[in-house]
């Protein structure tokens, strides 16, 4: 059974930075895709990046430049570095994790409130 634990979220001043940290257990079967997605109060869920088993990263234009997606594959754990926060980054974060064959699987989400 697959199961996603968030960490790392809280509250920060504009300007700030937070890292995110997705611990997947359960088994990794082949091709894999972890990512992180946020949605803010009233809104839909939307990407934020993801990150292929080989490294491949793909990022929400609203990110790039601040936010950098990592892996440790040993560990089955991505991160999410967030520099420069801004507060329409405001949003519950969410860990997603999908596997070949298997569909995706989701985090409960972890609150990321930029604030002065």
């Given at each position: 059974?697959?199961?996603?634990?968030?960490?790392?979220?809280?509250?920060?001043?504009?300007?700030?930075?937070?890292?995110?940290?997705?611990?997947?257990?359960?088994?990794?079967?082949?091709?894999?895709?972890?990512?992180?997605?946020?949605?803010?109060?009233?809104?839909?869920?939307?990407?934020?990046?993801?990150i292929t088993s080989g490294g491949g990263t793909n990022y929400a234009d609203s990110v790039k430049g601040r936010f950098t997606i990592s892996r440790d594959n040993a560990k089955n754990t991505v991160y999410l570095q967030m520099n420069s926060l801004k507060p329409e980054d405001t949003a519950v974060y969410y860990c997603n994790w999908w596997q070949f064959g298997l569909g995706d699987h989701w985090g409960r989400g972890t609150q990321v409130t930029v604030s002065s």
């Open positions: 059974q697959v199961q996603l634990v968030e960490s790392g979220g809280g509250l920060v001043q504009p300007g700030g930075s937070l890292r995110l940290s997705c611990a997947a257990s359960g088994s990794k079967i082949g091709i894999d895709i972890m990512g992180w997605y946020r949605q803010a109060p009233g809104k839909q869920r939307d990407l934020v990046a993801t």
